[in-house]
């Protein structure tokens, strides 16, 4: 059995380059399994560049992250993926060329845990609906936020990165997402969330980092929200 | 015997078959090709060398080993798709980020070396390649008489392209292909290891070339220009199919090759003009090629 006490997700002075750029200046946060983990931040703060260097897919980084107990830092992205972490891109990526089952089945199995595909239309009615459709990129902008996500939890992975998984997105499905994260941390998966808009991650989330100039600025849990709203403003610029 | 247009059937059948068999290398080469490309965005001039290698290496494993048709047409893929492997590693991975220019300039320069070392191993003169026993021989349908091995070829390619176009269309690992194709990071991201998929991508595209090389050495003899003579027309049905698309490759290469078969019946003096006649009016009206998903 895993250790409790120790995180699922240890990230420990991150940085990262992109090219000449440096843009991530040493992120210290972690995850623990089951939890909903939001990181705030202005556009530019450094979150999706985060994401990025978790998966593998900055491959200028140093730093520690450690995932279940193994260091991911040297790997390449594949490799990262098998371990047992999945990445819903802030554009989506749903594929043109493949249609919407072969989007749906597109990420492999990489172990047993994920849902079966019932479980995945339960939370998706939407997408069953649209299976037939012969491009992915044919769906609206919500189905398309709906098959990035109900493409990674077949797969078995343990935790979720979910890059602005409401940006751009009409209110009703703002909700709908919403409930499906509740859903997701009910049924055990861990999840870590970048968004700039907090209102719905209050909805969500247990804990909120705070990102500024490629650091983590500031952090608090769900109960300390109200009493933090104040400096939020300040920090989101809102 | 009958006659049409006032031709005499078995004139223009015969054409015809001339026309699909030409076709039927068309559109091996260019499906090849349309993989290669597609997947690794490079022009690969050297198609024409290694749809030449493949040839070769039929013609020494029969003079030396005595190993005949048929295995060839499994060792030789295997042997050049393992060069290609080898060509890729080397070479072509170091050039996926810079414009297709520095892709076609390697590629060709290779053709160049290729074709050169055979040349001064072997001569210019065509070697001949003996006819396997089993498909000697042919069949008078009544309107035109059809040799077996030209049926072979046309079946055979029929076969794989088909084959191929399933398999990337319509199965798993043809997602992962088309799904790389469009953005091999995130592909990669999904835990599938994308680099191993593209190096193996280039190594079938070559063996397909190799394949056809195999097929080619019965009917025209075996020499190291036997390749840039053919890459030239191969081209010209990519640009007017599309490059990338793998079924505009399949069709032009059928459709081009009966066209030029056609043409020699009725225009013989345009036969060898009409396939860069048709590209030219293709690039004007859809610069993108008939089945072309890109500009």
Same mark, same amino acid.
């Given at each position: 059995m895993l250790d409790?006490?120790?995180?699922?997700?240890?990230?420990? %002075?991150?940085?990262?380059?992109? $090219? !000449?750029?440096?843009? #991530?200046? &040493?992120? %210290?946060?972690?995850?623990?399994? $089951? !939890?909903?983990?939001? #990181?705030? &931040?202005?556009?530019?703060?450094?979150?999706?560049?985060?994401?990025?260097?978790?998966? &593998?897919?900055?491959?200028?980084?140093?730093?520690s992250v450690r995932f279940e107990g193994q260091e991911l830092i040297g790997k390449m992205s594949n490799q990262i993926a098998r371990a047992g972490i999945a990445l819903c891109p802030e554009e989506r990526g749903i594929f043109a060329s493949l249609s919407v089952e072969e989007n749906l089945l597109l990420p492999p199995v990489i172990r047993p845990g994920g849902l079966s595909l019932e479980k995945i239309f339960e939370l998706f009615p939407n997408l069953k609906e649209r299976l037939g459709s012969s491009q992915g990129t044919k769906l609206s902008g919500?189905?398309?936020?709906?098959?990035?996500?109900?493409?990674?939890?077949?797969?078995?992975?343990?935790?979720?990165?979910?890059?602005?998984?409401?940006?751009?997105?009409?209110?009703?499905?703002?909700?709908?997402?919403?409930k499906t994260i509740r859903s997701l941390k009910q049924q055990g998966f861990t999840i870590l969330l970048v968004e700039q808009n907090f209102r719905f991650a209050s909805t969500v989330a247990d804990r909120y980092y705070v990102m500024e100039h490629g650091r983590i600025i500031d952090q608090f849990s769900n109960a300390e929200l109200d009493a933090n709203v104040e400096k939020l403003h300040e920090y989101l610029g809102v | 015997m009958f006659e049409i247009f006032g031709i005499p059937s078995g004139a223009l059948f015969g054409q015809l078959l001339i026309g699909l068999i030409n076709g039927s290398f068309y559109a091996l080469l260019s499906l090849g090709l349309a993989v290669i490309f597609g997947m690794l965005n490079i022009i690969n001039f050297s198609h024409g060398a290694q749809y030449m290698l493949g040839a070769f290496v039929a013609y020494l494993i029969l003079q030396y080993s005595g190993i005949g048709y048929w295995p060839a047409l499994i060792i030789a893929p295997l042997v050049v798709g393992l060069l290609g492997v080898i060509i890729e590693r080397v070479f072509l991975q170091w050039l996926y980020k810079l414009d297709h220019l520095y892709g076609l300039l390697l590629t060709f320069g290779l053709a160049l070396i290729i074709e050169g070392i055979v040349r001064n191993k072997f001569g210019s003169a065509g070697l001949p390649y003996t006819m396997p026993e089993s498909l000697r021989g042919g069949q008078n349908l009544g309107f035109m008489f059809l040799p077996n091995y030209r049926a072979w070829v046309i079946v055979a390619s029929l076969a794989i392209c088909i084959s191929t176009w399933f398999v990337i269309e319509r199965t798993r690992l043809g997602a992962y292909l088309r799904a790389a194709t469009e953005n091999p990071t995130l592909v990669r991201a999904f835990g599938i290891n994308v680099p191993v998929m593209i190096t193996l991508t280039y190594g079938f595209g070559v063996a397909l070339a190799a394949f056809a090389g195999v097929m080619a050495a019965p009917i025209y003899n075996v020499s190291p220009q036997m390749g840039s003579e053919l890459i030239i027309v191969v081209f010209a049905v990519v640009v007017i199919g599309g490059m990338g698309s793998i079924l505009g490759a399949i069709v032009t290469g059928f459709g081009l090759g009966v066209v030029e078969g056609l043409t020699k019946v009725f225009f013989p003096e345009a036969s060898n003009t009409v396939i860069f006649v048709i590209m030219a009016i293709v690039l004007l009206v859809r610069p993108a090629g008939l089945f072309g998903r890109r500009a």
């Open positions: 409790v006490t120790t995180p699922l997700l240890a990230v420990k %002075d991150l940085q990262a380059w992109y $090219g !000449e750029s440096h843009i #991530l200046h &040493g992120v %210290d946060f972690d995850v623990r399994e $089951g !939890e909903v983990v939001t #990181l705030l &931040g202005r556009n530019g703060a450094g979150k999706t560049t985060t994401m990025k260097s978790i998966m &593998g897919i900055v491959t200028q980084r140093t730093g919500g189905e398309q936020q709906m098959l990035a996500i109900g493409r990674i939890l077949r797969t078995g992975a343990r935790l979720l990165l979910l890059d602005e998984p409401t940006e751009g997105l009409a209110p009703v499905i703002i909700q709908q997402i919403g | -």
